[in-house]
């Protein structure tokens, strides 16, 4: 199933354009401070002392010159990447448009500076200008550089996080299919089988009818909200088991005897959402489905002290019996979801138990909250 | 006027065999003569009963509907009854047998009654086995299983391999199966047998013998398109005219 909230892919750099241009002016502001106190103290070292006004003046209208443009250097990098086939004609670009935008800065930069600092015996003069605007540049063409490394830096953080993404959203949808293939075991034959005994019941036993019609209907609804619940309380996980065994019960009537011996301090633990049905439902096939005699299903939690186990055992003619001795997708499933739910801390073994039958195990960190 | 028509239910969920057994009591043409609680119980009612209709569930423990009929006279009208399988549906529709489906839906289920009314009342002695082979074979591929044969041995049922079985000695409307030296009866004619084992495994070579073909060291040509088949065991069996040339094409592979 699609949730468009979650295909949608997110953008983790790309901020509202406010916050892209605080971000900007603060920056820059930041820079040119400390360039301001780093020319004063040179100057201080020189011997020919500036006012500290007047010098962080000069970095700051550095500075914000450089903010200006900017955004117009981002975008320019954006659209013109140099992680391209084309890397060389790139590379040439941006260094012309490097030497290009420092101009552009350094011109403006003195064009201001002149003017606002504008003396009687110095005054503005094109010639001044031509003979300024060439100092330094290389440090405008480094910033430029600076900006454009930092653009693909960015980039480059944004791909690894959407596919970070991705890759989280494609384990939540591998989880949930597991979940819908662990639905699809309520299988053509244990429904359609049911409903004949409830359309056979309805003539001579109706409360038995009425009762089979509302276990399924437990089921059914148990089912159908389990999406997206990866655990739940041991007791709501038993109230699905127990309207499936007394439908089979229903069924096969004195063929098959469940027994049930739950600790009462494991109800409240937590289980993976419909851990048991699958497992319980194998021992139904090996056992009722295969077994002419009489079977008998036993299902036993017990807590050790920091783990819940939990067991389930038939008398059938246990693995080795059946071709291929094939675990079945229901168990490969549950393995699968144990480990994704709980790494290395739990265990799942299904062995032929010494007096006959097949002896599933299951071990898992006792916890009463959603997250062990 | 013919007499009631005798039916039987093989079902192993005791609430679809009342479901069945309810749709039969108020019809006076029928007659419920057994219900068996799953496939082994039906092969062991119809080694000493007869019936003329049979309900027969598909899916059963140990021994599923289609290795009853494979083991049993079956009754000349069969409906089978199943909660899901897309195969065998489609070749029940191939083959032309009646089928309901579970949940099973009054209308049907009157339906295929009164198709088995009007089947009872044509010809009485038509052999029901043989329009049932195909579809018995083509289930027996498709699930894969073995081809094997219920043998009874001190009272008790188990199944055997055909592939265990040497040889096949007639006797009389029985026949004699040869295993490993041993020889045990089995309630089948020659030409039932002839007809069900698989043509690529067994060949008839005389009136009264089939042969397992992977048990064969050499043919011994005699005259008049006889000969004397040697097995590997040292048996000597001998070879009709009749029989001869299919036996050589068989080998010839």
Redesign the interface.
């Given at each position: 199933m699609m949730h468009n909230d979650e295909s949608r892919p997110a953008s983790f750099i790309l901020k509202p354009r406010g916050a892209r241009t605080a971000m900007n002016i603060a920056a820059w502001t930041g820079f040119g401070i400390f360039m301001g106190a780093q020319s004063y103290y040179l100057l201080l070292r020189s011997g020919h002392p500036l006012l500290w006004g007047t010098t962080l003046f000069r970095e700051l209208v550095y500075a914000y010159l450089w903010a200006a443009l900017t955004p117009a250097v981002l975008a320019f990098a954006r659209k013109y990447p140099l992680d391209t086939k084309r890397w060389m004609a790139r590379f040439l670009l941006h260094l012309g448009a490097s030497v290009g935008v420092a101009l552009i800065h350094k011109v403006s930069y003195h064009v201001i500076i002149m003017a606002v600092e504008a003396s009687p015996g110095k005054v503005f003069s094109f010639e001044r200008l031509f003979s300024e605007m060439w100092t330094y540049l290389d440090y405008g063409i480094l910033l430029y550089w600076l900006l454009l490394i930092l653009r693909h830096a960015a980039g480059f953080y944004q791909k690894f996080k959407e596919k970070e993404f991705r890759a989280s959203q494609l384990e939540a949808q591998l989880t949930r299919s597991q979940l819908d293939a662990l639905k699809m075991q309520l299988q053509p034959h244990f429904l359609f089988n049911t409903l004949n005994a409830i359309s056979v019941l309805i003539t001579h036993h109706p409360d038995n009818a009425r009762r089979m019609i509302s276990k399924l209907a437990e089921m059914l609804r148990i089912t159908l909200e389990s999406g997206g619940k990866h655990e739940v309380p041991l007791e709501q996980e038993l109230v699905f088991l127990k309207s499936y065994l007394d439908i089979e019960q229903t069924r096969f009537e004195d063929r098959l005897t469940v027994k049930l011996q739950i600790a009462p301090e494991t109800m409240g633990a937590m289980v993976p959402n419909l851990l048991l049905q699958p497992i319980v439902e194998n021992a139904m096939r090996h056992g009722v489905a295969e077994h002419r005699g009489p079977t008998v299903v036993e299902v036993r939690t017990e807590r050790q002290n920091g783990s819940l186990m939990l067991q389930v055992k038939d008398n059938g003619p246990g693995l080795h019996a059946h071709k291929g001795n094939k675990e079945g997708i229901g168990f490969t499933n549950t393995r699968a979801r144990l480990k994704q739910l709980y790494g290395a801390k739990f265990s799942f073994d299904v062995v032929n138990a010494p007096e006959g039958g097949a002896l599933a195990t299951i071990i898992i960190p006792f916890h009463k909250s959603a997250e062990p | 006027m013919p007499g009631k028509i005798r039916a039987v239910i093989v079902d192993?969920?005791?609430?679809?065999r009342?479901?069945i057994r309810?749709f039969l009591s108020g019809d006076p043409s029928v007659k419920l003569v057994g219900e068996c609680r799953?496939g082994?119980d039906a092969i062991k009612f119809f080694s000493d009963h007869t019936a003329d209709l049979l309900f027969l569930d598909i899916?059963m423990?140990?021994v599923n509907g289609f290795e009853v009929l494979e083991s049993i006279s079956p009754p000349r009208m069969i409906v089978f009854v199943t909660?899901?399988d897309k195969y065998a549906v489609e070749a029940f529709n191939v083959h032309a047998f009646d089928y309901l489906?579970?949940?099973?839906d009054p209308d049907r289920f009157t339906e295929a009654l009164n198709r088995a009314k009007t089947e009872f009342g044509r010809d009485r002695r038509r052999d029901g086995k043989s329009k049932l082979l195909p579809l018995l074979s083509a289930m027996r591929a498709h699930e894969g299983r073995p081809e094997r044969l219920v043998v009874r041995a001190a009272g008790r049922m188990h199944f055997l391999p055909t592939s265990e079985v040497d040889w096949i000695e007639a006797a009389g409307d029985y026949a004699y199966l040869h295993v490993k030296g041993k020889k045990i009866l089995h309630r089948e004619t020659m030409h039932e047998l002839e007809q069900r084992l698989a043509p690529g495994n067994f060949c008839r070579i005389h009136r009264s013998t089939i042969v397992n073909l992977s048990r064969i060291k050499e043919l011994q040509p005699l005259t008049h398109g006889e000969g004397i088949l040697h097995l590997r065991d040292g048996t000597r069996l001998d070879v009709s005219r009749t029989y001869r040339q299919r036996l050589v094409a068989l080998l010839s592979f």
């Open positions: - | 192993d969920e005791p609430l679809a009342q479901g309810g799953d082994v899916q423990p140990e909660a899901y489906l579970k949940p099973i």
